[in-house]
């Protein structure tokens, strides 16, 4: 029934199979990949033709948890997987990123990857799993595809590169790296890393590649004997090549002149006119102008891309290692905790920090678990940054995945939440868009964050590497403009500080780029960067010594573990009523941790007090100030000390004979007491007798002995059974807040 193959190696220590002909049989190309007990499905389906008139290769990924690989019930109210998640949108991008250069040029069949989680072992992550995957179904498929590709994870542990990390060892690493290629080179990198060096990051990619390369020859040996009858590859008929012709002839003079001009809106209006111009021309000799429109494109690519090897300047008169002139700004948002404008060119972002606390962190449900994250960064691209007017919705995969390169910079120079026990996000607002808006983000993002007075390890810029390569030559670009970016060969993005890198993403248009390519980018961008951060200095060269007075305060207390119950009260009784009271935001740990956020100093501590006065032990000696909650004929109870109280007996109301405990005292009175000690039951004997009421000093050696009274008459018994924490709970705890 089944025309199954299959194929399995050891790889980085665990069990890798690829297995097809079982599974999804109806797809082009189907292949179940097991890594440990992670399992991934697989598949590749195109449309044999392509829809009239298609100008764009219409590819689409999808990568999807199903969280009944970790044994698990969806949240929320239906009860099923809803819209992607974060990471299913980032790894979707990941899987794309790398195949997407290996489908022919012409190529306009709509083509859809899906890579479903059926398994996750919880040790081995699903995107290599995945990507790996999808390119052996592309390969089985038939699908036209210039692959296989292969991907891996590196880490560095004690100095030394690891392949293929599990979970665990990934939170032990100083690096974080995904990569994926063929056999001639690296298509596609994104890491995490902590400030390494460039040559430590070439060597991480070095051997990520080589490790590989045995996953590409399985692929290829699987499809050996699975794989599918290829497509018919696009073919350019004689009427493009001489559309083509006809295009340059028509359109090079004006298209090469209207790059010559500097500004960015005034060069699209130039190129637009010369190809208007040009397709107008095109109409009145009887030719399909519709037809022309990707041939413009490729002619704009000629142009600017030769201009670049036989000049060495660029569209806007740069050499191609110069950076744009830079403007850095910040406290440009007077109630805002952080703000800064980083402007490179015609490149802009407002970044704004926000400090919040333990309450405000973000909760994700990942299939690995739930866990909290205390960072975050969001990242808009709104159409006017373009000049343009569009629709505006919720982020998409753009902006997410610009969002998270940003974070990936920044995140290694944070402070741990012991030092810094602040919530942070980060909005990085896109007001003008000319190329590399994720580096602006990185830069305005770490001088927004000193604005707010987050000590970072050290300030942190980015910077985007472009490339040109053709056979008589290469050209790599430091700070490449959108047209750069669009028209050339490569999106090599690096962020560090001036100890090393903490990001880098690479992407490539063409088939793979050489080691000795990316060791002069990785060079380059350092000198850019290095310049960037001189720049920022001019702003805001480290963390400001105090957050902003609009962002809370929070102070850390240390409670025994064993008094949190108290803190809490019953059914959280108590810290309601502390929060109401005060107004602070109280975050509890199962350790004893306690942090008190408020913007007023007098409140917070108030807070504190109450929180103190609760977990606090009354000491035998000391003086202290309480309120008188209740009388009786043997004396007074005392709240002295948080929800404590104590007895005041009547003979140690004051010095002398007492009748009546109220000829002394009443209820709502606040006095001054000292504890003498406690009873046989743990009950604690207070006086105010030996305490100066007015100045609160101690005057035992002034005093006499205690007189017998009527106060006698109320036994220690009685006392005893009414005195000391046996009175309603509640009466207690209002009455330690006001005290």
């Not at 942190?460 to 403009?481: C, Q």
């Not at 009260?569 to 408020?598: F, H, L, P, W, Y």
Request: charged fraction near 25%; glycine fraction near 10%.
């Amino acid at each position: 029934m089944f025309n199954y193959f299959r194929k399995e190696l050891d790889w980085g220590g665990r069990k890798l199979v690829l297995e097809t002909g079982k599974i999804a049989r109806q797809a082009d190309g189907s292949v179940l990949v097991s890594y440990g007990d992670t399992i991934v499905l697989c598949t590749a389906v195109g449309v044999r033709t392509a829809k009239p008139g298609q100008d764009f290769f219409p590819l689409t990924v999808n990568y999807q948890e199903k969280t009944f690989a970790a044994g698990k019930i969806p949240g929320g109210f239906f009860k099923r997987e809803g819209r992607p998640t974060e990471k299913e949108t980032l790894v979707s991008r990941l899987i794309d990123r790398p195949i997407r250069p290996l489908f022919p040029q012409g190529f306009r069949n709509e083509v859809q990857v899906v890579a479903t989680v059926l398994s996750h072992d919880l040790e081995n992550d699903p995107d290599i799993v995945a990507m790996i995957g999808c390119s052996a179904a592309l390969t089985l498929s038939g699908i036209p595809f210039f692959g296989p590709i292969g991907a891996a994870r590196v880490a560095v542990i004690e100095g030394a590169y690891v392949l293929n990390p599990t979970a665990l060892q990934v939170k032990e690493s100083k690096l974080d790296l995904v990569l994926a290629g063929t056999t001639e080179g690296v298509l596609m990198v994104e890491s995490e890393a902590q400030e390494l060096s460039e040559d430590m990051m070439l060597g991480a990619l070095k051997f990520g590649h080589d490790g590989f390369q045995p996953v590409i020859q399985a692929i290829i040996e699987l499809a050996e004997v699975a794989a599918k009858d290829p497509w018919d590859l696009p073919q350019v008929s004689e009427e493009q090549t001489s559309l083509a012709a006809r295009v340059d002839a028509l359109a090079r003079a004006a298209i090469t002149e209207a790059y010559k001009e500097p500004l960015k809106q005034v060069r699209q209006d130039k190129v637009s006119a010369a190809k208007k111009a040009a397709a107008a021309a095109l109409a009145a000799e009887g030719l399909d102008a519709d037809k022309a429109k990707g041939l413009f494109k490729e002619l704009e690519a000629d142009i600017v891309r030769n201009a670049i090897l036989d000049t060495g300047l660029r569209i806007d008169g740069r050499d191609t290692k110069t950076v744009r002139q830079i403007v850095a700004e910040v406290g440009v948002l007077p109630r805002a905790h952080g703000s800064a404008l980083f402007t490179r060119g015609e490149t802009q972002a407002l970044c704004v920090a926000t400090l919040g606390t333990g309450q405000d962190e973000q909760i994700i449900d990942a299939l690995a678990g739930e866990y909290r994250e205390h960072f975050m960064l969001h990242y808009n691209f709104p159409p006017y940054s373009v000049g343009e007017a569009g629709r505006m919705g919720s982020p998409g995969r753009r902006e997410i995945g610009h969002g998270k390169l940003a974070w990936r910079a920044i995140h290694p120079v944070l402070p741990t939440k012991a030092n810094f026990p602040y919530t942070l996000r980060v909005v990085s607002e896109i007001t003008e868009s000319n190329g590399s808006s994720s580096m602006a983000t990185v830069c305005g993002t770490s001088l927004a964050l000193m604005d707010a007075g987050v000590p970072l390890l050290r300030p942190v810029a980015g910077i985007a590497m472009g490339l040109i390569k053709e056979d008589r030559g290469f050209a790599v670009l430091s700070d490449i403009l959108g047209d750069e970016d669009h028209l050339g060969d490569m999106d090599f993005k690096v962020a560090g500080t001036e100890a090393g890198i903490t990001s880098l993403q690479m992407d490539i248009k063409i088939t793979s780029i050489t080691m000795e390519i990316m060791e002069v980018a990785l060079d380059q961008a350092r000198g850019g960067r290095l310049h960037i951060l001189g720049e920022m200095a001019r702003a805001l060269n480290g963390n400001r010594t105090e957050v902003a007075a609009t962002a809370p305060r929070i102070s850390i207390i240390q409670v025994p573990k064993e008094k949190v119950r108290e803190v809490i009260g019953t059914g959280g009784k108590v810290i309601r009523e502390i929060v109401e009271n005060t107004g602070c935001k109280i975050d509890i740990e199962d350790d004893g941790t306690i942090k008190v956020a408020s913007n007023d100093s007098v409140k917070a501590q108030a807070a504190i007090d109450w929180i103190r006065g609760i977990v606090a032990e009354p000491e035998v000696g000391v003086i202290y100030t309480g309120k008188v909650v209740k009388t009786a004929d043997f004396g007074a109870f005392v709240n002295f000390l948080g929800s404590k109280d104590g007895l005041v007996h009547i003979s140690e109301l004051q010095q002398g004979r007492v009748n009546k405990t109220t000829d002394v005292v009443n209820m709502g009175d606040s006095v001054k007491v000292k504890v003498l000690g406690f009873d046989d039951r743990g009950k604690v004997k207070l006086s105010m007798r030996v305490v100066d009421q007015v100045t609160g000093a101690d005057i035992s050696d002034q005093v006499g002995p205690k007189a017998g009274g009527g106060g006698d008459r109320g036994d220690r018994d009685r006392g005893g059974e009414r005195g000391g924490d046996r009175r309603p709970r509640e009466r207690s705890e209002a009455a330690g807040g006001e005290g």
